[in-house]
């Protein structure tokens, strides 16, 4: 799921100010342990509804990262530095009915 995950955010970086973009990447970069920091993060918790998708993330050393979508087209990035980003995700972007979609075919 991962994997998944990281393609959506590939999907989302489109009309992207330069912070919310290097926020989409550090994230994509940790889903692809490209950051020894986060090898072997796996999911802990995944929940959805019809307005929310709550993916959490954690590796051994228990460092949570969440990453939401909402049916409003928001994106928010929690990192467990206590870093919080949230972006709209624009017409460019997958959208969230496509997000939940792929999500719920796994």
């Known amino acids: 799921m991962k ?12 009309n992207k100010s330069l912070n919310d973009f290097d926020a989409i ?5 940790l889903l692809q ?14 929940n959805h509804n019809d307005s929310t998708i709550s993916i959490h993330f954690r590796n051994k050393d228990y460092k949570l990262i969440t990453v939401t ?25 997958i959208q969230y009915n496509d997000i939940r979609n ?5």
């Open 3 to 14: 994997d998944t995950i990281a393609n959506i955010l590939n999907q989302c970086v489109y």
């Open 69 to 93: 979508f909402t049916s409003s087209e928001y994106i928010a990035i929690h990192l467990d530095c206590g870093c919080t980003y949230t972006f709209i995700n624009d017409s460019y972007n």
């Open 33 to 46: 342990d490209k950051d020894t920091t986060y090898a072997s993060m796996d999911i802990v918790d995944y």
């Open 102 to 106: 792929i999500l719920q075919a796994l």
């Open 25 to 29: 990447i550090k994230l994509i970069d």
